[in-house]
Nanobody
Framework: QVQLVESGGGLVQAGGSLRLSCAAS????????MGWFRQAPGKERDFVAA????????YYADTVKGRFTISRDNAKNTVYLQMNSLKSEDTAVYYC?????????????????WGQGTQVTVSS
């Protein structure tokens, strides 16, 4: 079992920034790819970003490319999502997830463990 705990969400004005963290514990973090997803009220869960164990490759949804950056610190078993130039449409619950793949995927169904989510609200 792997436990994932997200933090760093909150309320921010449009144009502002937030950094989300996802701390992993339990079974080894080693060799896993990590992803961030989000779900807005009444909408399906969407892929946001993913990163391999080594840090490359990284993938981003077109809607966040150039504004969000995913990174990880394997020594701390933590993955981050730096979110800049936030927009009202970024408002959602953000989830991190992990999968035992060398190259990450964008399909949430291919992820094995999920965190409980953290709310991000961007006011316009």
């Amino acid at each position: 079992q792997v436990q994932l705990v997200e933090s760093g969400g909150g309320l921010v004005q449009a144009g502002g920034s937030l950094r989300l963290s996802c701390a992993a514990s339990g079974r080894t973090f080693s060799g896993t790819s990590m992803g961030w997803f989000r779900q807005a009220p009444g909408k399906e869960r969407d892929f946001v970003a993913a990163i391999s164990w080594s840090g490359r490759p990284k993938y981003y949804a077109d809607t966040v490319k150039g504004r969000f950056t995913i990174s990880r610190d394997n020594a701390k078993n933590t993955v981050y999502l730096q979110m800049n130039s936030l927009k009202s449409e970024d408002t959602a619950v953000y989830y991190c997830a992990t999968q035992t793949r060398v190259v990450p995927t964008r399909d949430g169904n291919e992820y094995d463990y999920w965190g409980q989510g953290t709310q991000v609200t961007v006011s316009s």
